[in-house]
């Protein structure tokens, strides 16, 4: 099977959004690149049930190069982000409240310094027809330096230079669309606007964790 390792991911890439209720059926597509081939979700699968043997191998032209089944309807999208990003990896859902704030703002303001993992503020990708070549050019101009956006009328998309980073960033986007909104329940009532952060505190956050190491594990002083 032509990127066995690969396709096993997807099919538990899949299982995990499923569990973290950021897929519903069939709402969503995953993939993954190696050299000049990507594996990716089947159309019509649901992510939360599919297995490594139900994944397709396409090419960089959308090709089928193995597999049974036709792969996503968002071959364009998936391959558009390939061609125009240095994304290893691509997790597309219908994540209830990433597509909720899609439908009213522009944008996810930089208020958490978590969401510069996923490159700062969060665009939204203007509208498009699912599968088309207009919708790839939205999403691929949103994700322009960043590693994630909402997408207008229909869903969350995020890239990483693996599949389980992808996976990561896309979770880290729900999350941050889950407090933004938890933020403006609140302004409505206190009448204070979210507080984003400044540059400068942009800055402080990226060195202190650079010095620090910040987001990985590190034995104490002196263990063993």
Not at 13 to 39: K, P
Not at 47 to 68: F, K, N, W
Not at 203 to 220: P, Q, R
Request: glycine fraction near 10%; include cysteine; charge should be negative.
């Amino acid at each position: 099977m032509l990127l066995a390792e690969e396709r096993h991911a997807l099919a538990e890439a899949g299982r995990r959004l499923e569990a973290r209720g950021l897929v519903i059926g069939t709402g969503g597509n995953l993939s993954v690149r190696v050299g000049d081939l990507v594996a990716v979700t089947p159309t019509g699968g649901a992510l939360g049930e599919l297995t490594a043997d139900q994944m397709t191998v396409i090419d960089l032209d959308g090709a089928v190069a193995d597999g049974d089944l036709a792969p996503t309807s968002e071959v364009p999208l998936h391959l558009a982000i390939y061609r125009g990003t240095f994304a290893s990896a691509v997790a597309h859902t219908h994540a209830p409240t990433s597509t909720a704030l899609g439908l009213v703002t522009d944008e996810i303001p930089l208020v958490h310094y978590g969401m510069l993992n996923l490159g700062g503020v969060v665009r939204v990708a203007a509208y498009a027809c699912y599968g088309t070549d207009e919708l790839a050019a939205h999403v691929v101009k949103a994700l322009e330096y960043k590693q994630a956006a909402l997408m207008r009328n229909h869903g969350s998309i995020a890239t990483g230079s693996s599949l389980a980073k992808a996976v990561d960033n896309l979770e880290l986007l729900e999350w941050s669309a889950q407090v933004y909104y938890q933020a403006l329940l609140a302004s409505a009532v206190t009448g204070r606007a979210p507080r984003e952060l400044t540059q400068q505190e942009q800055e402080d956050v990226i060195t202190a964790a650079l010095t620090a190491g910040y987001g990985t594990t590190k034995k104490l002083d002196g263990s063993k």
